[in-house]
């Protein structure tokens, strides 16, 4: 049996939810999410769930048997593009949704043409310097764009060291902003969901006029 609920049921149970306006704002919001590991998969997990209209998702890598313990992938998805393989998965969340995915490393030379659709940007680097990369490139670029960024979600401290900080105009850090990933340090799917549900979670605040961290 086919119990998938047709796109009008699926809008009238969101709108339920949320309420009308603000699901009619989510649902006209484009969102791009820049890596799609820990952090990546769990912010655009959310934010399917939330009903967010569409997302642009990009990573360059594949799915390893190394990130099944805290990324939102399947063990039979292993050896896929992440980008393609997130989409199937987000899919059966959320099956109108709509998703451009792309496998490409992000750098300046394709940021304009990957970004510009998006109204607001989510950082989901591993790396500190393509995060770097990535905030100034937005931050001196795209005026009227959101961006939503983390650091610091290693380790098994307390997750109420995590936090959503305000930084600029438009933009935002989540992270404890001190457990970057060391040689001595993991990442574990509780902690670094929660960072991601601090970045989704600023995004709705976004996308609902509620600018304050």
């Known amino acids: 049996m086919n119990n998938v609920p047709s796109k009008e049921e699926m809008y009238e149970a969101f709108a339920d939810r949320h309420g009308k306006k603000l699901q ?7 969102v791009a999410i820049c890596g ?3 952090l990546g998969s769990n912010i655009a997990v959310s934010l399917a769930r939330l009903g967010v209209g569409k997302l642009i998702l990009i990573d360059f890598d594949k799915v390893d048997i190394t990130n099944l313990h805290r990324q ?11 980008a393609f393989a997130l989409k ?3 899919l059966e969340i959320s099956p109108y949704i709509n998703i ?18 998006a109204d607001i940007i989510c950082e989901a680097f591993d790396n500190p310097v393509n995060k770097a990369m990535l905030v100034n490139y937005v931050l001196e670029n795209y ?5 939503v960024a983390a650091s610091g979600m290693a380790g098994i401290d307390s997750t109420n060291s995590i936090k959503t900080k305000k930084i600029g105009e438009r933009f935002y850090l989540c992270g404890d902003g001190i457990s970057e990933v060391g040689k001595a340090e993991g990442l574990f ?7 991601a549900a601090h970045e989704a ?5 976004i996308i609902a006029g509620e600018l304050n961290a």
């Open 189 to 195: 799917s509780s902690r670094v969901m929660a960072c």
């Open 72 to 82: 939102q992938y399947k063990a039979g998805q292993v050896g896929m593009e992440k």
């Open 88 to 90: 199937n998965n987000l």
């Open 100 to 117: 451009d995915s792309f496998v490409e490393k992000i750098d300046e030379s394709n940021m304009d043409r990957l970004l510009k659709p």
């Open 24 to 30: 009619d704002k989510l649902l006209n919001t484009t």
């Open 201 to 205: 979670h600023m995004v709705l605040r």
């Open 36 to 38: 799609l590991g820990g």
């Open 143 to 147: 005026h009227s764009k959101y961006l």
